[in-house]
């Protein structure tokens, strides 16, 4: 038998990768004759419409296509067939297919004519599209305007030129498809967009003096991007002219056409089955041999990596890894060889490529083996999810957003929840109804515990912006490193697991108010950058150079020596007096005695309807053993202690701890009146530390206290205790 020619084994392996990339496809492939009956189909259509191949061999392809359109599509593949013109996909046409038990789904579609032996047959390739249209739709619902105006945007080059022909405007479309920042090009003139041949020929000129005459300009060509490349442009020129008829400059509107345009060339030129097939798949393929070396690629390739075909092939597949993964990938390499098998994409791999800019993207992949007589080679699809995963981030970021203000707006606080009517708190209530509507900073001192929060949001509910949020920020409840993203937000890839961009509170405040509780934990870096926000009314996200507007109305709150902290330089006095425009000082329970039964019964009541308990009185002594109390945690340790008494409640009487309540008999000495408001709270705190054996957890002294473990931890060092003081 004769040996085969290097020609026809380049042949058949051709041949060979063809047949497995039409068995292997992602996407449905059909092969329809002149007639409209299906002679071939692979696996994924049997796969997405639920006939067998038999089932679809010979039949006619309206078998799937809704019955809403069967009608009139014999008289649409008639035309085609009169001018028969390859079709991409991504041609904004609403295209269903039709199941065999009669449900539809959204698809794209991209035709091929093909000449055979037998006759024009027509090379169909669907492309399920359901999941990237619910993502859409879901993304639509949350922000379709907005989204709508990106889009557009995003696919035109839109800007302005003058007389003269230098540009005047830019927008981010323009910036995407030719490269240049706004501040690199306005005035400059646009016929550095022109290929060198164009240049010569003076077709710049020519075009502008073409709409300056006739109004309009329209053609197609190759333009010239920053980089030096090229794309085939859709152009677009209109003379804008003022009443008078004086020429006041063009606009010009150009759109990307060059996928379209490599699509058509290929289809025209090509002399091969499916060479169409392979070249304009929307998903970028490679074909590698055993050892990793890049055999054939198409345009995508090019496009996703930004490669040219000359620089790929004969180079290693590892070009195309990202460096953090490119060490293991030889192994896993030799792992597939040994026991090649098909790898659907969806199998939900997290999978990167690298560009030739050294930049990433997400991709999925479908690798396949294939035989031939020069060898094993593997057939690798793959397909970009930036886009998918753009849609994804910013749908989980919208709903991230929305979780924050619900939790916000669903707060168990309100106005009415300020309980008392002691002249301490009548007078607090008379300064906040005399500020609220003033719209300045207020800052409110007082120790822990007393409710600062609900004045802040009484502030709030009495302000002009209550039709807007509260958005909180605890200061001391967020570690150092992490306060100014969640002040200010971050950019993705600001930092090291910054891997989605987030809104910051002042953000989410714009318009409303922000309320910053323990403000004296602030940072010392942060001050500054608060400050800048407050006084310029606009800040930058961390990561980002573009400056937000934000207009909100700060409330503050402390129960530091903010005064002593300045002269310690642990705060700026100039953050200071800018907080300090309205201040209000909150007493501490201890100095409102008359308030604590009104607290005691409200407390009393809430958390027995919540415990579902029937308490319907507070006996005398208890009373008076609460109103006598100092209590160091304000209201906050009265509601923990009231909380307790209701669980052990068993009858109508609230039962209550009183022992707790009692001062230790070294302290209630004949010397008791000189000890200290200070010593009194130490010797409470060790006691409770001592029972409790520990600061957290839902027994410790913390939560018996009413205190933060961070409060706690500051008054511990504060006031001199040590761990061996009570373990």
Not at 69 to 98: I, K, N, T, V, Y
Not at 226 to 250: C, E, M, P, Q
Not at 454 to 463: D, M, N, T, V
Not at 656 to 668: G, K, N, R, T, V
Request: charged share 30%.
């Amino acid at each position: 038998m004769a040996e085969s020619s290097p020609k026809n084994t380049r042949l058949a392996e051709t041949e060979a990768v063809y047949e497995r990339l039409f068995e292997g496809s992602p996407n449905a492939m059909l092969v329809v004759d002149a007639a409209g009956r299906i002679t071939r189909a692979n696996p994924q259509a049997q796969h997405f419409f639920g006939y067998s191949i038999s089932e679809l061999l010979g039949h006619s392809v309206e078998i799937l296509i809704p019955e809403r359109f069967r009608q009139a599509h014999p008289a649409l593949r008639d035309q085609f067939s009169a001018h028969p013109r390859m079709r991409p996909m991504g041609a904004g046409l609403e295209l269903f297919g039709r199941r065999k038990d009669g449900t539809e789904f959204p698809v794209d579609v991209m035709l091929s004519p093909i000449d055979t032996s037998e006759g024009p047959v027509v090379l169909t390739v669907i492309r399920d599209i359901t999941a990237q249209k619910q993502t859409e739709t879901a993304l639509r619902e949350t922000e379709q305007r907005f989204r709508l105006l990106v889009e557009n945007a995003d696919d035109y080059a839109i800007f302005m030129l003058d007389p003269e022909g230098k540009v005047s405007t830019w927008n981010v479309g323009a910036e995407r498809i030719k490269g240049y920042r706004a501040d690199e090009i306005v005035g400059q003139h646009f016929s550095r967009f022109y290929t060198q041949e164009d240049l010569l020929s003076g077709k710049p000129d020519m075009e502008l003096e073409s709409a300056a005459l006739h109004g309009r300009f329209e053609d197609e060509g190759w333009r010239m991007r920053k980089d030096g490349s090229r794309f085939w442009a859709n152009v677009i020129i209109t003379a804008v002219r003022d009443r008078n008829g004086t020429l006041l400059g063009f606009s010009k509107i150009t759109r990307d056409f060059t996928e379209r345009r490599k699509a058509e060339e290929s289809v025209r030129l090509s002399e091969e089955r499916f060479r169409s097939l392979f070249e304009f798949s929307p998903d970028a393929i490679i074909v590698s041999d055993q050892d990793g070396k890049i055999a054939e690629i198409n345009a995508q390739v090019e496009k996703f990596f930004g490669y040219s075909r000359g620089e790929l092939l004969a180079q290693s597949v590892e070009t195309l890894v990202p460096e953090r993964f490119r060490p293991g990938h030889p192994a896993h390499r030799k792992e597939y060889g040994a026991e090649p098998r098909t790898r659907p994409m969806g199998i939900g791999l997290e999978l990167y490529g690298r560009r030739k800019d050294g930049t990433e993207f997400p991709v999925d992949i479908m690798l396949s083996p294939v035989r031939t007589d020069g060898g094993k080679l593997v057939l690798s699809v793959i397909r970009d999810l930036s886009e998918k995963k753009k849609a994804e981030e910013e749908l989980a970021r919208k709903e991230r957003e929305k979780r924050y203000l619900e939790e916000e707006l669903n707060t168990e606080h309100r106005f009415e929840d300020i309980i008392g009517e002691s002249v301490g708190l009548k007078r607090v209530l008379k300064q906040v109804e005399t500020v609220a509507g003033a719209d300045v900073t207020v800052l409110l001192l007082g120790e822990t515990g007393t409710g600062k929060d609900l004045i802040a949001r009484a502030i709030h509910q009495l302000s002009p912006r209550r039709e807007r949020t509260l958005v909180k920020l605890n200061c001391a409840a967020i570690p150092t490193g992490l306060l100014e993203s969640e002040l200010f937000g971050h950019e993705r890839g600001a930092f090291t697991g910054a891997i989605a961009q987030k809104i910051g509170r002042l953000e989410l405040a714009h318009q409303g108010t922000l309320f910053l509780d323990e403000v004296g934990d602030l940072p010392l870096e942060v001050q500054p950058k608060l400050l800048r926000a407050l006084q310029e009314k606009e800040f930058e996200r961390l990561g980002g150079t573009r400056t937000i507007p934000v207009d909100i109305r700060l409330v503050a709150a402390t129960n530091r020596n903010l005064e002593k902290m300045m002269a310690d330089r642990e705060f700026r006095s100039d953050l200071y007096y800018r907080l300090r425009v309205f201040p209000i000082f909150i007493l501490p329970l201890r100095e409102r005695r008359e308030d604590i039964p009104l607290l005691a019964r409200y407390f009393v009541t809430k958390h027995a309807l919540r415990m579902d308990r029937r308490i319907e009185s507070i006996p005398s002594d208890v009373i008076k053993a609460l109103t006598k109390w100092d209590w160091p945690g304000n209201i906050r340790e009265l509601e923990n202690f009231i909380e307790r008494c209701v669980i052990l409640t068993k009858g109508p009487a609230l039962r209550a701890p009183l022992s707790e309540l009692q001062m230790p008999e070294e302290i209630a000495s004949p010397h008791q009146e000189d000890v200290t408001l200070e010593a009194t709270e130490r010797e409470h705190i060790l006691r409770m530390l001592r029972e409790t054996k520990g600061i957290g957890g839902p027994d410790g002294a913390a939560a018996r206290l009413g205190l933060k473990r961070t409060t706690l931890n500051s008054k511990l060092k504060k006031l001199g205790i040590k761990r061996e003081d009570y373990m």
